[in-house]
């Protein structure tokens, strides 16, 4: 983890978040004194599950992946993070602790807000109260709405979906570096190692997809979709 300490004003950051546009100049300065702007390289920990809660977080660039340690040992992956998140936004006002862990999986960089103070200026500040609640909802639905969707598929399914989420939603590209291993896939969508493997190889050899070590090139999005859709 490496504290930046030239970092860009909030009034004028090209990372800034809608919801940040909305509060009064003089919160704005404020948050923007007392923040601090950190990196993280891949694979390293931003927060462990069990840590205390004291921060607003924001990702600017970067990945993440949320996850969490279950009773059996095993990590299940709840959601990854991505570029004008605010990270573990359904927790930070209901929990005093991390329910989960969160790790970068990318070059990332956030920016750490005094919890204490957002507090207060939420307090002050209806109209950004309103939208925070608004942009909590939508990670709510986002997340539940993604659970279900994996959850409804048969194994092709899955992995189909999963490659499409890195195509559309994260890497706007059908050639990307697979930023999770193959193990992370599977605490992703819920299945077993050996069968992320299995099935990956089956769309490579029916040249649905081409793999060069991380490299995933999507050969055939119209029959990943189809694939992704019914099985």
Sequence with gaps: MKLIRDIDDCKTCAYKSYLFSNLQPEELNRINISRKEKEYMPGEYIVRQGD?????MYLRKGLLKL???????????????RPFDFIGLLSVFSE?????????????????????LMREIIRKDGNFALKLLENMSNVN?????????????????????????????IYHAKEYSLPV????????????????IRILSEFRKDRIIEIEGKVIRILKKDKLQQIAEYG
């Excluded at 205390?52 to 607003?56: E, K, L, Q, R, V």
């Excluded at 996850?67 to 993070?81: C, P, T, V, W």
């Excluded at 639905?141 to 979906?161: C, D, F, H, T, V």
């Design 96 to 116: 005093s602790l991390y329910q989960f862990s969160i790790t970068a999986i990318e070059n990332s960089t956030l920016c750490f807000i005094d919890l204490s």
């Design 52 to 56: 205390i809660i004291t921060s607003f």
């Design 67 to 81: 996850s969490r340690e279950m009773k059996d040992g095993k990590n299940q992956i709840i959601s990854i993070a």
């Design 181 to 196: 291993s193959r193990k992370e896939i599977a605490e992703l969508i819920h299945m077993r190692t050996e069968n992320v």
């Design 141 to 169: 639905e986002m997340i539940m709405n993604s659970w279900l969707s994996i959850n409804e598929k048969n194994l092709r399914g899955r992995i189909a979906y999963i490659l499409l989420f890195f195509c559309d939603d």
